[in-house]
């Protein structure tokens, strides 16, 4: 018989994500220079997703759980930031901040798209 047990998180797993969390609020909230709650209370949701991106680059997941979108909505609104040109998704995958899985970073501030668009890969041919 299998053991049907489930893994509670270690404090140092929650730590990291509250975190991970607390900082990406804290950096919208400092680029912004308004309180999480005014800019929920001013912006859409796509708006503020657009917004946190600016002065944060991370993952979509970090992202949502952070501003608590869903992260079914972010598909839709980084699919069509992306068509507009107004939000660039990194080459390369990276280690989410927030679920320690491989993900690609996201920002819609124009100074970070060159860098962002950038590979660490090296190239065979």
């Excluded at 709650?37 to 859409?44: D, P, Q």
């Excluded at 997703?49 to 979509?60: D, E, G, N, P, W």
């Amino acid at each position: 018989m299998k053991d049907k047990s489930t893994h509670a998180p270690l404090n140092s797993e929650l730590k990291d994500k509250e975190n991970c969390l607390k900082f990406i609020k804290k950096e919208v909230e400092k680029g912004t220079q308004k309180k999480l709650a005014e800019l929920k209370e001013e912006h859409s949701e796509e708006n503020l997703f657009y917004i946190a991106l600016k002065h944060v680059t991370t993952t979509k997941k970090a992202i949502c759980k952070a501003l608590d979108i869903g992260i079914d909505n972010a598909c839709w609104y980084k699919r069509d930031l992306e068509k507009e040109g107004l939000l660039v998704q990194s080459m390369d995958e990276v280690r989410c901040p927030y679920t320690k899985n491989l993900a690609h970073n996201l920002t819609t501030n124009p100074a970070n798209f060159e860098d962002i668009r950038k590979t660490n890969q090296l190239k065979l041919f």
